[in-house]
């Protein structure tokens, strides 16, 4: 088993990631924000390509709504569990794969290739470039790329400042070089973050267009680790409301937990 993958399996192999977009508030709000971008970018009918598909959170959404979908994942465990869920679901085709390599999908393929979590975990440039150059490749000419990623600055502030020991230059040594501007990519962080910089610069020089970038919780992670905090039902209603309207707003962007990027292959 390659490093990466043995981090992959410590960090999801007991399938907690079943319940990660249901068990928070900003979980929730990722979830809303995320399918509301792939049905606005992305309406169906569209042929679906999942990379990283976790336990299938997505994937099985979409199926359910008419969207045809090839869902790839590498850990066993979370690869178990969409196949269960899958069994019944005759638009929902499971795969266990690697997103750094789609030599089984032929060029031009997918309306809509989404990378939800993939980027979380490659520590490198080459291989971040490999993940979004079959991204494209695979990809029909105007279809849709959505990119998920983390925010360098929101892994410093919910590590670091929301939880003990509250060793805020641990998390700058982890994160930053010493000129507290380079952002560091290395294994042992386990995920990864990004600056708005980075990520702009990462499909520069692509053959893509940008539809937009997207604040999907926005700052509800470090609220939501207050010990005193409550949203109603009725409450969090009306925060989804808002934050659709201003997720695109560079203030949520740069204080995002998770950002979505959305483009189109030309």
Known sequence: MDKRKQILESIYGDGREETRLIRTRHGQLEYFTTMTCIERYAPNPCLTLELGAGTGAYSLALAQRGYSVTALELVDKNV??????????????????????????????????????????????????????????VTKPWGKILVAFLSVHAI???NYLQRPPYNFQAGMEENFREDYKTVRHFPEQGFTGFTLEEIDELFRGRNLGHSATVATDGML???????????????FRLF???????????????ASSHLLYCCYKR
């Open 80 to 137: 178990q569990i969409l196949r269960e869920k899958a069994k019944d679901v005759p638009n929902l085709k499971v795969v266990q794969g690697d997103a750094l390599d789609l030599r089984d999908f032929a060029d031009d393929t997918f309306d809509l290739t989404l990378c939800l979590g993939p980027m979380y975990h490659i520590y490198g440039k080459g291989g971040m470039d490999r993940v979004l150059d079959e991204a494209v490749r």
């Open 156 to 158: 410093l502030y919910n």
């Open 221 to 235: 992670e470090l609220a939501e680790g207050r010990s005193d905090f409550f949203l109603s039902d009725d409450d």
């Open 240 to 254: 989804r409301a808002y934050h659709i309207l201003h997720c695109q707003d560079p203030e949520l962007l740069g």
